[in-house]
């Protein structure tokens, strides 16, 4: 079982509907969460964090994050053309010195 | 305020060559971790020095080492190329062990 799973796509979503990206992870004893959003041939830029069960909302995301099944979410609004990228989910192992465990990736394509 | 700065962004290095890679954190954070990402992968964990010390290592040879200098900034040297560490580098900067992390530019290496 990978440590942190996610479906890798094509998210097919037209525009300025909701795009839905789910993840999995192993480690129960996992204390932090990062959305990374990766477009095609440059590195991957945060954009959210999430600690504690529950949402946390900032702008068009939301991420959400249920401890107890393992999986954290990220939801866009809205969806833009310029949300076309791939969505990276990392996971932060306690006790393994900010060692950041990622997904494979799932790469979200916004249609006009 | 300057983000991530890693140098160089492309390099072409031959089998068996020793390459060097550097990075220079945002200011104020003490924190640095290196990350190999292959195409279609998420990055993978390789090393993370927190005050210039190494506070964790990923599952990678012998022949990738790194260290963090007085002002922060950091090196990743890898010896004995080989065709597979063809891969972007990423470096990736923290205020602490466990908190975000914000990734540079990252270098692509490409070893013929």
């Known amino acids: 079982q990978k440590e942190v799973e996610q479906n890798s796509g094509p998210l097919s979503v037209p525009e300025g509907a909701i795009a839905s990206l789910n993840c999995t992870y192993s480690d129960r004893v996992s204390q932090s969460f990062f959305w990374y959003r990766q477009y095609s041939g440059k590195s991957p830029e945060l954009i959210m964090s999430i600690y504690s069960n529950g949402d946390k909302e900032d702008g068009r995301f939301t991420a959400q994050l249920n401890k107890a099944s393992q999986y954290v979410s990220l939801l866009i609004r809205d969806s833009q053309p310029s949300d076309s990228a791939t969505y990276l989910c990392?996971?932060?192992?306690?006790?393994?010195?900010?060692?950041?465990?990622f997904g494979t990736g799932t790469r979200l394509q916004v249609t006009l | 305020d300057a983000g991530v700065t890693q140098s160089p962004t492309h390099l072409i290095k031959t089998r068996g060559q020793h390459v060097t890679l550097r990075c220079s954190p945002i200011?104020?954070?003490?924190?640095v971790s290196w990350y190999q990402q292959v195409l279609g992968q998420g990055p993978q964990f390789i090393f993370q020095y927190y005050e210039k010390e190494e506070r964790g290592r990923g599952n990678f040879p012998d022949r990738f080492s790194a260290r963090q200098f007085p002002n922060y900034s950091s090196e990743l040297n890898v010896n004995a190329l080989l065709l597979g560490d063809s891969a972007l580098y990423l470096c990736?900067?923290?205020?602490?062990?466990?908190?975000?992390?914000?990734f540079g530019q990252g270098t692509r290496l490409t070893v013929v």
């Open positions: 990392a996971v932060n192992p306690r006790g393994t010195a900010s060692k950041l465990t």
């Open positions: 200011s104020g954070h003490k924190s």
């Open positions: 990736a900067s923290s205020p602490g062990t466990d908190r975000e992390a914000f």
